[in-house]
C-alpha cells in the first residue's frame, strides 16, 4: 500500500493510541488470492488498526466528504464534533476547518478508494476491481447509522456489487470477509469467508451477503473476552441527529454543504 512521506510521520503517533493488535483470521489468508473485508468502524478504532496493522497489499474505501475541500470541514462539524450538541458551535467549525487539511493528507497517504454518493460511484467500483485485478484487497467499512446489535449496526450491501464486477471482468468469484476490530485486546479478528455467487439475482446476492458479514462481526466480537463495545455512531449522534438514523440519505445532504445546521 502506497504511504506518503507525511503519513509515515503520523504513523508513530497514531501508534501511541492505538496499540499493536495481532491479526487472527479463522482461515489461512493466500498472498495470491486478493479478497474484500469488511470491518466495524467503532468511530476512528476500525479504520485506525486497519491502516497501522494491518498488513496485506490493500486500498481502504473513503467516503468522498471526507476528501473534499469545500464540504469537509462541514462534515467534520457533524461527523466528528457532533455539531449539534455543542455550546460554542463556532469553536468546533473553526477546529475542524484546521483539522481537515491534516485529515485529508492522512487519507490520501494510504492510497484510498473514494465512495462517492452520486453517478460518480461508478468510479469507486471501477478502480475497486482494478485493485483487485492487480492483487490488493479492499478494506470496506460499511455499517450504517441503524443500529442492530451492541457490536455492529446494520451494513450496507452495495459494496456487493464489487463481487458482480469483478466476476463479470475476470471470470472469478471474490470472498467477502467479516472483520471485527478492537482496541481493548488488540486484536484484527477475522471470520470466515463468503464467496460471491454468480448463479443467485444481483439483489438476493446482495442482501445474502450483508447480512453473513454483519451477522459474522457480531459472532467475532462475541467471542472475544469481555470487553466494551465501541458502535460505529456515538450516543449523542442519535440524541442530536436521530432523525437521519433512518434517513441516511437527507443526512449526507446535510454534510454535503459548505455550511449546515
Known amino acids: 500500500m502506497k504511504v506518503s512521506p507525511f503519513a509515515k510521520i503520523m504513523s508513530p503517533l497514531a501508534k501511541?493510541?492505538?496499540?499493536k493488535?495481532?491479526?487472527?483470521?479463522?482461515q489461512e489468508l493466500h498472498a495470491d488470492e486478493p479478497a474484500v473485508f469488511l470491518c466495524n468502524h467503532s468511530g476512528a478504532i476500525g479504520p485506525a488498526l486497519m491502516t497501522l496493522y494491518f498488513k496485506r497489499p490493500h486500498k481502504t474505501w473513503v467516503i468522498s466528504y471526507a476528501m473534499d475541500k469545500k464540504v469537509?470541514?462541514?462534515?467534520?462539524?457533524?461527523?466528528?464534533?457532533?455539531?449539534?450538541?455543542?455550546?460554542?458551535?463556532?469553536?468546533?467549525?473553526?477546529?475542524?476547518k484546521m483539522?481537515?487539511?491534516?485529515l485529508r493528507r492522512l487519507l490520501t497517504g494510504g492510497d484510498p478508494i473514494i465512495v462517492y454518493?452520486?453517478?460518480?460511484?461508478?468510479?469507486?467500483?471501477?478502480?475497486?476491481?482494478?485493485?483487485?485485478e492487480e492483487g490488493k484487497d479492499l478494506v470496506i467499512f460499511p455499517e450504517s447509522p441503524v443500529r442492530a446489535t451492541e457490536y455492529v449496526s446494520t451494513v450496507y450491501d452495495g459494496f456487493a456489487d464489487v463481487?458482480?464486477?469483478?466476476?463479470?471482468?475476470?471470470?472469478?468469484?471474490v470472498k467477502f470477509y467479516p472483520v471485527y476490530c478492537e482496541n481493548q485486546n488488540h486484536v484484527i479478528s477475522i471470520g470466515e469467508p463468503i464467496a460471491y455467487n454468480p448463479d443467485l439475482p444481483n439483489r438476493e446476492e446482495?442482501?445474502?451477503?450483508?447480512?453473513?458479514i454483519q451477522n459474522g462481526i457480531d459472532s467475532l466480537a462475541r467471542e472475544l473476552p469481555e470487553h466494551k463495545p465501541r458502535p460505529f455512531m456515538m450516543p449523542v449522534w442519535y440524541?442530536?441527529?436521530g432523525e437521519y438514523e433512518n434517513d441516511v440519505a437527507a443526512y449526507w445532504k446535510l454534510c454535503d454543504q459548505k455550511k449546515s445546521d
Do not use: Q
Not at 483539522?99 to 491534516?102: D, E, G, K, S
Open 99 to 102: 483539522l481537515m487539511p491534516l
Open 21 to 26: 493488535s495481532e491479526t487472527i483470521s479463522k
Open 117 to 132: 454518493h452520486d453517478r460518480r460511484i461508478m468510479e469507486t467500483f471501477k478502480e475497486s476491481v482494478e485493485a483487485l
Open 16 to 19: 501511541l493510541i492505538f496499540k
Open 72 to 96: 469537509g470541514p462541514n462534515y467534520f462539524f457533524h461527523d466528528g464534533f457532533f455539531g449539534r450538541s455543542k455550546k460554542c458551535k463556532w469553536f468546533y467549525r473553526l477546529v475542524s
Open 239 to 241: 440524541e442530536y441527529y
Open 163 to 173: 463481487g458482480r464486477m469483478y466476476y463479470k471482468k475476470t471470470g472469478k468469484c
Open 206 to 212: 446482495r442482501r445474502l451477503i450483508a447480512e453473513y
